[in-house]
């Protein structure tokens, strides 16, 4: 069995599942609330209106390398 998630744009296709589920063709399910997927949908919306500067990315990663830096410095292997 495949599983695929479709985006209905147009209302005539939502009759057209509706009649393929009916004859057992195709099975119809509500998606499940997956908190992960919320949470990335919130910060997308959010980056939106106000994206991080090219400068604040380098920042954030420039932290990110120095402390993993360390933490291979600490275990000795570097």
């Known amino acids: 069995m495949d ?3 479709i985006e209905i744009l147009d209302p005539k296709a939502r009759k ?3 009649n393929l589920a009916e004859m ?4 119809i399910r509500k998606p499940s609330d997956d908190g ?3 949470l990335v949908n919130k910060i997308r919306a959010k980056a939106k209106n106000n994206p991080p500067s090219l ?3 380098t920042k954030e ?9 360390a ?3 600490k275990q000795g292997n570097h």
């Open 61 to 69: 990663v420039e932290i990110v390398r120095a402390e993993r830096y």
């Open 36 to 38: 992960f997927l919320s």
């Open 55 to 57: 400068d604040e990315i």
């Open 3 to 5: 599983t695929i998630q």
């Open 16 to 18: 057209l599942l509706k």
């Open 71 to 73: 933490n291979s410095k």
């Open 24 to 27: 057992n063709l195709i099975s």
